[in-house]
């Protein structure tokens, strides 16, 4: 039996995570079905993931909040988890908000310190937070009696930064923890290292650089320790990550590519502030540039905070390329779709990557045979950081390092 895994959630008040923990505890008691989730596809029947039953959810949150108070504003701007629903789950939710801590918004700018009251972490080194962050993840496991937990970002994009040049190897960031360098860190990164550091698997839905750093990469091959994601890519990403390919195979040119996104839930609030909406959106474009492999591609995408659609997220796409005889040609697209539940729905990636590694690599075997399920895995198979036979390094904490 694969035994029970916590998920640890980070931004655990926000609206994807709410519905990823009513979700979850929904199903365990058969009160919704099960439509959305890739690792009930049969791709995956032959793998002993663990059950539903099996998952324990905890996590952090920077601000101040109560997974009831949650589920209300979820219901208040979406309409998708009804009182009938909340009320039969009231004591699981209740058990979960136990087990949620404080969490810290460094460096995650204005429009998520605004949110308030918000803990910062200003009065902690990145050293210390990264070591609280062990502790909690440590106690979570010897508290529920768990065989691992998978860390899950789910938190507010942060702020657009150019990547230090001491990102580029580990030693160099790990100077940057020593040194307390807090102006050239942000939260999300320092949790991945953290997480990783301690032997954790670590998955980033959002575009914020969490464990992108090469740093962060030589981590978790040092450690053995598996990290998967930037940005989720569920919504009006998605459907371009499924059709780009198209026009690949076709031989078709992109000329252009332009994206106009309206949402007014609390992930637009903050994507209202230009520096974390640059951060999302660089991500949106490099998504598409990747897929098209061509850089003379014109590509424009904007987001728009619009406070009455609450969850529900609008966007037009209007594609311009060319064809056979240079005729040029116009495919337009409207994808109309509630937010946070298309991010919640893939949370559950969580089972895969919580699994052996000799297992995790006999499924990356399976993928690269049949590619169907990579789009909805971040629009990239599950890579194995650990091979076949390979020890697992054990699990240590911030300030042992080698030197």
């Known amino acids: 039996m694969p035994g029970r895994i916590g998920v640890w959630i980070i931004g655990a008040y926000g609206s994807v995570s709410t519905c990823v923990v009513v979700g979850a505890e929904a199903i365990k008691r058969g009160l919704i079905g099960r439509t959305g989730l890739v690792t009930d596809l049969r791709e995956f029947e032959d793998i002993d993931l663990v059950g539903f039953d099996g998952l324990v959810f905890a996590g952090c949150a920077a601000r101040e909040s109560t997974l009831e108070s949650a589920s209300a504003e979820v219901q208040a701007t979406a309409g998708i988890l009804p009182t009938s629903l909340l009320a039969s789950l009231t004591a699981p939710l209740a058990e ?51 065989r691992t937990v998978v860390v899950v970002n789910l938190a507010s994009t942060e702020p657009y930064a150019e990547m230090p040049p001491e990102f580029a190897s580990l030693a160099a960031f790990r100077g940057l923890i020593e040194k307390d360098r807090r102006d050239r860190l942000a939260a999300s990164v320092v ?13 980033n839905f959002t575009p914020s650089w969490g464990a992108s750093p090469p740093a962060i990469q030589e981590l978790a091959r040092e450690r053995g320790v598996p990290h998967m994601g930037k940005d989720g890519k569920t919504g009006e990403t998605l459907v371009k990550t499924v059709l780009a390919p198209m026009f690949v195979a076709r031989n078709l040119k992109v000329l252009s590519w332009s994206g106009h996104n309206i949402l007014g839930n609390r992930d637009g609030l903050v994507l209202k502030h230009p520096e974390n909406n640059k951060n999302k959106v660089k991500d949106k474009d490099e998504a598409l540039r990747k897929i098209l492999r061509d850089d003379d591609a014109q590509s424009h995408v904007r987001i728009d905070y619009v406070p009455s659609l609450g969850d529900w997220k609008t966007a037009w796409d209007h594609i311009h390329f060319q064809g056979f005889l240079d005729v040029k040609m116009t495919m337009q697209f409207t994808w109309q779709g509630c937010d946070s539940a298309l991010a919640a729905s893939s949370w559950h990636t ?26 909805m895995l971040k629009n990239q198979p599950l890579r194995p950081i650990i091979k076949t036979g390979e020890a697992v390094p054990p699990s240590r904490s911030i300030g042992d390092d080698e030197h």
Request: charged share 30%.
């Open 96 to 146: 979960v908000d136990r087990r949620f801590r404080r969490g810290c918004a460094l460096n995650c700018g204005e429009a998520i310190l605004g949110m308030g009251p918000v803990r910062n972490g200003d009065h902690k080194t990145a050293k210390e937070i990264g070591a609280e962050f062990q502790g909690n993840l440590r106690a979570f496991i010897r508290e529920e009696g768990l």
């Open 191 to 203: 949790y991945a290292y953290a997480a990783i550091d301690a032997g954790f698997a670590y998955i």
């Open 350 to 375: 969580s089972r895969v990557i919580a699994l052996p590694p000799r297992a995790r690599f006999v499924r990356h075997a399976r993928i690269e045979r049949e590619p169907f399920p990579a789009p």
